[in-house]
């Protein structure tokens, strides 16, 4: 019984400690001031580990065609050079100071394997600048990113330069028989910001106060103050607020019609 107090005090102790320690403003969050060692090495080895044990439910199809491969550098360009760099390119400036650094993607090409690209580039890493692209490139297109990664260490700056001059053309998954998805739809509220401006239950975000809170949503009797509330008028009103209502400060977020979909769903959750 007094072990179990004991810990107890101590477990109290600790969290009282972490409180004022939090409290007290002694920590530098800048961005100009880099981790010590222990933290940097902890964030490192929670990220490896967690990537590789969820990279083994993946299962991976074959890579490397020619026409995949030239998609993937395509999108590569169009998407990722500007924080992790090419062969002979450098990340945009504002990559440059970023912390945690992004990795360059010639050595995660050299030493990951193809599951846990994949897993990375579709769920994204937490408490770095890392989204997750599942929101914003189909299956198809996140493999084929993949493919581009593994072949990232073999090119020269000036083959590279080569294979990325073509354009890319936006890939949507269909969505006309797709049964929305709730979960996922929560999980779309955090990748397109939502939770930046609206209050949502269930997400963790900022005190958001530029638009109203979602809370019973679901019950409101019209959206904007226009449109009838039912799931299809969601959809739509997620998609392209400003045609809906042009005075409204809803800005469109390129949401996919499969997403808002889902978004949609678990809107309709909140009653």
């Known amino acids: 019984m007094r072990l179990a107090w004991l810990i107890a005090l101590l477990g109290l102790s600790a969290v009282a400690g972490g409180a004022a320690f939090i409290r007290s403003g002694l ?24 990537v590789e044990r969820r990279g083994r439910r993946v299962q991976v199809p074959p890579l490397g065609a020619p026409e ?27 990559a440059l100071g970023m912390t945690p650094l992004p990795a360059p993607m010639v050595q995660t090409g050299r030493e990951w394997p193809a599951e846990q690209i994949f897993w990375v580039v579709k769920h994204g890493i937490k408490m770095t600048g890392m989204p997750a692209w599942e929101f914003r490139l189909s299956e198809a297109d996140l493999w084929a990113v993949v493919a581009a990664v593994q072949r990232l260490p073999s090119y020269s700056p000036e ?9 890319v053309e936006r890939a949507d998954t269909p969505a006309e028989s797709y049964q ?11 990748q397109y910001a939502c939770v930046g401006c609206h209050e949502i239950p269930g997400i963790t975000g900022p005190a958001a106060r530029v638009g109203p809170p979602l809370a019973g949503i679901a019950s ?17 009103w997620i998609r392209t607020p400003q045609k809906v209502a042009p005075l409204t400060a809803m800005p469109g977020l390129g949401v996919t019609e499969r997403d808002a979909r889902d978004i949609a769903a678990y809107l309709a959750t909140l009653k």
């Open 159 to 167: 083959e590279y330069r080569r294979l990325t001059s073509g354009r």
């Open 27 to 50: 920590y530098d969050i800048s961005a100009t001031d880099q981790h010590l060692p222990p933290v940097y090495w902890a964030i490192e080895m929670a990220m490896k580990y967690s």
């Open 68 to 94: 995949q491969v030239a998609r993937g550098l395509a999108l590569y360009r169009v998407h990722c050079a500007q924080c992790h760099g090419a062969p002979g390119v450098a990340p945009e400036p504002f």
């Open 220 to 236: 409101r009797q019209t959206l904007g103050g226009v449109l009838p509330n039912s799931p299809e008028n969601m959809t739509l």
């Open 180 to 190: 929305p998805d709730v979960d996922r739809g929560k999980a779309a509220l955090r």
